[in-house]
């Protein structure tokens, strides 16, 4: 019995090392290094490797990457934001009027990041105090939010003149590196060790799992989703902020279409769209790589039609995937 159990727990000699490799786990990253090399190679006479197309790809992506950190939490928790992409806007618009009413820079940020906390609060009530699904309070939400931002500037955009605040929040670089690049990665890294290290994250990945069994175990899992949703608006509110920083201007425009590249960029990352798994660092790369496709596709010469068809596909693709994943 002894010698058995000893021969058990020996490794099997001449067993393949890569059998044991959680191919699923780190699928988003091998993907991304398998679309940048396919690019690199196929576009290397357009310039895709060149530092300018590659930083571009970093502005181009920073919004959707900060968006989605927020949102990894969202549905991690089992709900969804699809509200995101309107209060960028109309946060991206607040801003600006606020700053051209001469509150200056800090009532800008004010202005900006409230109403992003605002909206997320209302959806949040909506959810945990009315039980109304995410899936509807956020769709009804993103034509509110839409539709007065058209309403309160006549779909006019508003110019920010503010220099400092354009460089801060957009269009500034220090050195070589995008202030965008720096939003990035500061908002992903308190992300990773909110969602990791902290009592916070571990319930959020709890009322996703089993929401049930989490109120029993003595999570307010009603608490936890009215805060996931609080912070979606505050990041979709900085998100918009950086759109008008950029551009120079607020828009009514901004950021439409970007709640389902912030979807797919989660899923892509490997966050389960039914709850329960969530990477931030994931959904960073996933943003990435959806980033880094677009820019592709504009080079082989691809219009917007065709691109949202690609990305469509892909955001199948991961659905379809991380099902699997579960059922296995």
Do not use: C
């Given at each position: 019995?002894?010698?058995?159990?000893?021969?058990?727990?020996?490794?099997?000699?001449?067993?393949?090392?890569?059998?044991?490799?959680?191919?699923?786990?780190?699928?988003?990253?091998?993907?991304?290094?398998?679309?940048?090399?396919?690019?690199?190679?196929?576009?290397?006479?357009?310039?895709?490797?060149?530092?300018?197309?590659?930083?571009?790809?970093?502005?181009?992506?920073?919004?959707?990457?900060?968006?989605?950190?927020?949102?990894?939490?969202?549905i991690?928790?089992a709900?969804?934001?699809?509200?995101?992409?309107?209060?960028?806007?109309?946060?991206?618009?607040?801003?600006?009027?606020?700053?051209?009413?001469g509150?200056?820079?800090?009532?800008?940020?004010?202005?900006?990041?409230?109403?992003?906390?605002?909206?997320?609060?209302?959806?949040?009530?909506?959810?945990?105090?009315?039980?109304?699904?995410?899936?509807?309070?956020?769709?009804?939400?993103?034509g509110i939010?839409?539709?007065?931002?058209?309403?309160?500037?006549?779909?006019?955009?508003?110019?920010?003149?503010?220099?400092?605040?354009n460089?801060?929040?957009?269009?500034?670089?220090?050195?070589?590196?995008?202030?965008?690049?720096?939003?990035?990665?500061?908002?992903?890294?308190?992300?990773?060790?909110?969602?990791?290290k902290t009592?916070?994250?571990?319930?959020?990945?709890a009322?996703?799992?089993?929401?049930?069994?989490?109120?029993?175990?003595?999570?307010?899992?009603?608490?936890?989703?009215?805060?996931?949703?609080?912070?979606?608006?505050?990041?979709?509110?900085?998100?918009?902020?950086?759109?008008?920083?950029?551009?120079?201007?607020?828009?009514?425009?901004?950021?439409?279409?970007?709640?389902?590249?912030?979807?797919?960029?989660?899923?892509?990352?490997?966050?389960?769209?039914?709850?329960?798994?969530?990477?931030?660092?994931?959904t960073?790369?996933?943003?990435?790589?959806?980033?880094?496709?677009?820019?592709?596709?504009i080079?082989?010469?691809?219009?917007?039609?065709?691109?949202?068809?690609?990305k469509?596909?892909?955001?199948?693709?991961?659905?379809?995937?991380?099902?699997?994943?579960?059922?296995?």
């Open positions: 019995m002894q010698s058995k159990v000893s021969r058990a727990s020996e490794p099997v000699q001449g067993k393949n090392p890569l059998q044991n490799f959680d191919w699923k786990r780190y699928i988003v990253y091998i993907a991304f290094v398998g679309v940048f090399i396919y690019f690199s190679i196929s576009l290397y006479d357009e310039g895709f490797l060149s530092a300018n197309n590659l930083l571009n790809i970093v502005r181009q992506t920073a919004v959707i990457a900060i968006m989605g950190v927020a949102m990894t939490f969202v991690a928790a709900e969804i934001d699809l509200s995101v992409g309107s209060i960028a806007a109309l946060s991206s618009l607040t801003t600006a009027l606020a700053m051209k009413a509150f200056g820079m800090a009532g800008g940020i004010v202005a900006g990041l409230g109403t992003g906390a605002v909206i997320g609060l209302i959806n949040g009530l909506l959810v945990t105090r009315v039980a109304i699904p995410s899936f509807l309070v956020t769709l009804g939400m993103m939010a839409k539709g007065f931002a058209m309403w309160i500037t006549n779909t006019a955009p508003v110019p920010i003149l503010n220099k400092t605040y460089f801060v929040f957009g269009s500034g670089d220090i050195g070589p590196i995008p202030v965008l690049l720096v939003w990035t990665l500061l908002v992903a890294a308190i992300g990773h060790i909110l969602l990791r009592a916070f994250g571990r319930q959020t990945l009322t996703g799992g089993n929401e049930s069994a989490a109120r029993f175990s003595g999570v307010n899992t009603a608490r936890i989703k009215l805060l996931v949703l609080v912070g979606s608006g505050i990041l979709a509110g900085l998100a918009g902020m950086l759109y008008a920083g950029r551009l120079q201007a607020g828009r009514f425009t901004l950021g439409e279409g970007d709640e389902l590249s912030v979807i797919a960029a989660v899923i892509l990352g490997g966050t389960s769209l039914f709850g329960g798994m969530g990477t931030v660092i994931g960073v790369f996933g943003a990435l790589m959806i980033g880094m496709i677009n820019n592709g596709l080079i082989m010469g691809l219009d917007v039609s065709q691109q949202m068809v690609v469509g596909l892909i955001i199948i693709l991961a659905v379809a995937f991380g099902r699997r994943t579960i059922k296995r």
